[in-house]
């Protein structure tokens, strides 16, 4: 075990200014929005009170411009969609129904019209939704079909003798399905449908589709459900919607990507229909980003909240008599200590998602542009985002829980905040994707242009695309130098000398990891690549696609942990969060020491002296973990639990 050197008194706020990033005044502004006695927390309302409240909320919002950060700025907007996303994320300290029906309201439906429409969809939408004069819905997940967007069942068949679109629900199953803002709000809804002219299915496309009149009845055609009650979130209007023939205009289609003349014509500036299909739902990569930054900040309420009880809970004596807090116990380091360094991992890397979406993305005021050239480091993007929402959501719903735990009883009352941010952020794993079909879409991903070599992401393509010649340069970029390297590193002894806390270790290890495990999957595809059953092929891989996607993710925080660090200047908050990404990285090693000794990179005494590393960062931490949990700058307003301020 290596030696831990004291750390000094450390200032919070300086932790909080690298924390807040490019984006620092939004969150400042935020910050002073939650001191809003209209946005006071509240519990154990009923469901119609939850959903009045929300809308009510969602008004102050928009006029305070709130809304307007990422929409272009000649109809109201900001073009700032890194202000946009970073407000959002802000918003999941509070309410956290607010924050899905402004999601929902200018992230998924604003959002399709943004950059799946045209001008003329924007000058016609933009400036009411942003406002509230128009709230709408966004209507893809179906009874039958949710993560597999591309099999949806809901058809829009171009009538060319009327130049109408016909909207319909074929069967039960093609139900829209968990709908925010249908149920009591709606009145638009951007509907996903097969587009089906002259007989022929163009692929799944989106339609802006009235479902409610000017005194809030349900249009023709449309049947509206209300999806009751849920586990949280009830101050979202969550609806079903049933299409019957239902017939909108030609013009409603939004046609950025592909459009229908009027005689029933379609036309295309991508004619690859996968390519298509892809680079629509890319242009939506923001709501997943937006989700992971959502969790992370309902984790960091829950943490301050554990954390500062954890300062005041007494709990048995020592031999002198006096009573002991329990933050003072290892048991309970080991419970909030390693969370909160994997939320700081996250943190600093959605920091860099969010810069990478608003530096990716084009300017909002410029001319709209039909095919636009894939901007650098787009795709990688995506696949981050993908990784990062999933495991980043995942950490929150497990976060979250281990604080109620270890708040005992106290934490089990509403009034302090845990059982409600359980209930409300459960759903995160599951919404704007499932965690393991973006873990999976993240392994293909790394096994190289998967939308070129895959076609549709099927089984079938994947175990295609590994017996072509594609798999050489996955070979060749995991394998070459790396394999002498990897010869080297394992040579016996050299990894038991290794320092603990030595950051190239760290570095080699996850990378090894990583490398490994897309190596191996890789050969493995390809050795079974002849077979009969491509499918049995590829789910008997499944597991190995998904641990390769959690390697490349863990690799993914830390070297934003690092990047991190570099951009904090003080010396003695610097060295704070060194140790904070020790932990994030030797609490991950731990956690896969079995996979690690397996395949020869720790010993059984280097395995041991992990754990006890782990132990003794969590006592090196535990005198500075109020400081760690303050310079997330959640708002006394907005952590509100009782508990927190015993």
């Given at each position: 075990?290596?030696?831990?050197?004291?750390l000094?008194?450390?200032?919070?706020?300086?932790?909080?200014?690298?924390?807040d990033?490019?984006?620092h005044?939004?969150r400042?502004?935020?910050?002073e929005l939650?001191?809003?006695?209209?946005?006071?927390v509240?519990?154990?309302?009923?469901?119609?009170?939850?959903r009045?409240r929300?809308?009510?909320?969602?008004?102050?919002?928009?006029?305070?411009?709130?809304?307007?950060h990422?929409?272009?700025?000649r109809?109201?907007?900001g073009?700032?969609?890194g202000?946009s996303?970073t407000?959002?994320?802000?918003?999941?300290?509070g309410d956290?129904?607010?924050?899905?029906?402004a999601?929902v309201?200018w992230g998924l439906?604003?959002g399709?019209i943004l950059?799946?429409g045209?001008e003329?969809?924007?000058?016609?939408?933009?400036?009411?939704?942003?406002?509230?004069r128009?709230?709408?819905?966004?209507a893809m997940?179906e009874?039958?079909?949710?993560?597999?967007?591309?099999s949806?069942?809901?058809?829009?068949t171009?009538?060319?003798?009327a130049e109408?679109?016909v909207?319909?629900?074929?069967?039960?199953l093609?139900?829209?399905?968990?709908i925010?803002?249908?149920?009591?709000?709606?009145?638009?809804?951007?509907?996903?449908?097969?587009?089906?002219?002259?007989?022929?299915?163009?692929?799944?496309?989106a339609?802006?589709?009235?479902i409610?009149?000017?005194?809030?009845?349900?249009m023709?055609?449309?049947?509206?459900?209300?999806?009751?009650?849920?586990?949280g979130l009830?101050?979202v209007?969550n609806g079903r919607?049933?299409?019957?023939e239902?017939?909108?205009?030609?013009a409603?289609?939004?046609?950025?990507?592909?459009?229908?003349?009027?005689d029933?014509t379609y036309?295309?500036?991508?004619?690859n229909?996968?390519?298509?299909f892809f680079?629509?739902l890319?242009t939506?990569?923001?709501g997943?980003?937006s989700?992971?930054?959502?969790a992370?900040?309902a984790?960091?309420?829950?943490l301050?909240?554990?954390?500062r009880y954890g300062?005041?809970r007494?709990?048995?004596?020592?031999?002198d008599?006096?009573?002991?807090?329990?933050?003072d116990?290892?048991?309970?380091?080991r419970?909030?200590?390693?969370?909160?360094?994997?939320s700081?991992?996250?943190?600093?890397?959605?920091?860099?998602l969010?810069?990478?979406l608003h530096d990716t993305?084009?300017d909002?005021?410029?001319?709209?542009?039909?095919d636009p050239?894939e901007?650098?480091g787009?795709r990688?993007?995506?696949?981050?985002?993908?990784?990062?929402?999933?495991?980043?959501t995942?950490h929150?719903?497990r976060?979250?829980?281990?604080?109620?735990?270890?708040?005992?009883?106290?934490?089990?009352l509403a009034?302090?905040r845990?059982p409600?941010l359980?209930?409300?952020?459960d759903?995160?794993t599951?919404?704007e994707g499932?965690?393991?079909?973006l873990?999976q879409?993240v392994?293909k991903?790394l096994?190289t242009?998967y939308?070129?070599h895959?076609?549709?992401?099927?089984?079938?393509?994947?175990t295609?695309?590994?017996?072509?010649a594609?798999?050489?340069?996955v070979?060749?970029?995991i394998?070459?130098?790396?394999i002498l390297?990897?010869?080297?590193?394992?040579?016996p002894?050299?990894?038991?000398?290794?320092d603990?806390?030595?950051?190239?270790?760290h570095?080699?290890?996850?990378d090894?990891r990583?490398?490994?495990?897309?190596?191996t999957?890789?050969?493995?595809?390809?050795?079974?690549?002849?077979?009969?059953?491509?499918?049995?092929?590829?789910?008997?891989a499944q597991d190995?696609?998904?641990?390769?996607a959690?390697?490349?993710?863990?690799?993914?925080?830390?070297?934003s942990f690092l990047?991190?660090?570099?951009?904090?200047?003080?010396a003695?908050?610097r060295?704070?969060?060194?140790?904070?990404?020790?932990?994030?990285?030797l609490?991950t090693i731990?956690?896969?020491?079995?996979w690690?000794?397996e395949?020869g990179?720790?010993t059984?005494?280097?395995?041991?002296?992990?754990?006890?590393q782990?132990?003794?960062?969590?006592a090196?931490?535990?005198?500075h973990?109020?400081?760690?949990?303050d310079?997330?700058?959640?708002p006394?307003a907005?952590?509100?639990?009782p508990?927190?301020f015993?």
């Amino acid at each position: 075990m290596t030696a831990l050197a004291p750390l000094e008194s450390v200032d919070a706020g300086i932790i909080q200014r690298v924390l807040d990033g490019r984006w620092h005044e939004i969150r400042d502004r935020s910050r002073e929005l939650a001191k809003d006695a209209r946005f006071a927390v509240e519990y154990g309302e009923d469901t119609e009170t939850q959903r009045a409240r929300v809308l009510e909320r969602l008004q102050v919002l928009a006029e305070q411009g709130y809304s307007s950060h990422g929409f272009p700025t000649r109809y109201g907007g900001g073009n700032e969609v890194g202000a946009s996303i970073t407000g959002f994320e802000m918003l999941a300290m509070g309410d956290l129904s607010l924050l899905v029906k402004a999601g929902v309201q200018w992230g998924l439906f604003g959002g399709a019209i943004l950059h799946l429409g045209t001008e003329e969809h924007h000058e016609r939408y933009l400036a009411d939704l942003m406002t509230l004069r128009t709230l709408g819905c966004f209507a893809m997940t179906e009874s039958g079909h949710g993560s597999d967007v591309a099999s949806l069942r809901t058809t829009a068949t171009y009538d060319p003798a009327a130049e109408e679109f016909v909207v319909h629900t074929p069967e039960p199953l093609a139900r829209k399905e968990y709908i925010g803002n249908a149920a009591r709000d709606g009145q638009l809804a951007v509907v996903f449908a097969q587009l089906i002219t002259r007989g022929e299915s163009q692929g799944v496309h989106a339609f802006i589709v009235p479902i409610r009149d000017d005194e809030h009845n349900a249009m023709p055609g449309v049947r509206i459900e209300d999806c009751g009650l849920k586990a949280g979130l009830n101050g979202v209007d969550n609806g079903r919607l049933y299409f019957d023939e239902v017939r909108i205009p030609r013009a409603n289609l939004l046609n950025r990507y592909g459009d229908v003349a009027a005689d029933g014509t379609y036309s295309t500036p991508i004619e690859n229909k996968t390519a298509r299909f892809f680079t629509m739902l890319g242009t939506l990569v923001q709501g997943r980003i937006s989700v992971a930054g959502g969790a992370g900040s309902a984790t960091k309420v829950a943490l301050a909240i554990a954390v500062r009880y954890g300062d005041t809970r007494l709990q048995f004596e020592r031999p002198d008599g006096a009573e002991i807090v329990i933050n003072d116990y290892l048991a309970h380091q080991r419970t909030l200590l390693p969370a909160l360094a994997k939320s700081y991992a996250l943190h600093f890397a959605q920091l860099d998602l969010v810069a990478g979406l608003h530096d990716t993305t084009p300017d909002l005021d410029a001319p709209l542009e039909r095919d636009p050239a894939e901007q650098p480091g787009r795709r990688e993007l995506e696949s981050r985002a993908a990784g990062i929402k999933a495991v980043g959501t995942w950490h929150a719903t497990r976060t979250i829980q281990a604080c109620r735990e270890a708040c005992g009883g106290a934490g089990y009352l509403a009034e302090n905040r845990l059982p409600g941010l359980k209930a409300d952020t459960d759903v995160f794993t599951t919404f704007e994707g499932d965690n393991t079909v973006l873990l999976q879409l993240v392994g293909k991903e790394l096994l190289t242009g998967y939308r070129d070599h895959f076609g549709a992401l099927d089984w079938l393509g994947t175990t295609r695309f590994v017996a072509d010649a594609a798999i050489e340069s996955v070979v060749e970029r995991i394998g070459g130098r790396r394999i002498l390297q990897r010869l080297i590193d394992a040579t016996p002894g050299r990894g038991d000398d290794a320092d603990l806390l030595d950051r190239a270790w760290h570095l080699e290890l996850f990378d090894f990891r990583e490398t490994h495990l897309l190596d191996t999957l890789a050969r493995r595809l390809r050795k079974a690549a002849g077979a009969d059953d491509p499918f049995e092929i590829f789910n008997a891989a499944q597991d190995h696609m998904l641990a390769a996607a959690r390697a490349h993710v863990d690799s993914v925080l830390l070297q934003s942990f690092l990047q991190g660090i570099e951009r904090c200047d003080d010396a003695a908050e610097r060295a704070l969060l060194e140790q904070v990404c020790d932990l994030f990285v030797l609490s991950t090693i731990e956690a896969e020491r079995g996979w690690f000794a397996e395949h020869g990179r720790l010993t059984s005494p280097r395995s041991k002296a992990v754990i006890a590393q782990v132990d003794a960062l969590c006592a090196a931490l535990r005198p500075h973990a109020r400081v760690l949990v303050d310079a997330f700058g959640v708002p006394d307003a907005a952590l509100a639990a009782p508990i927190a301020f015993s």
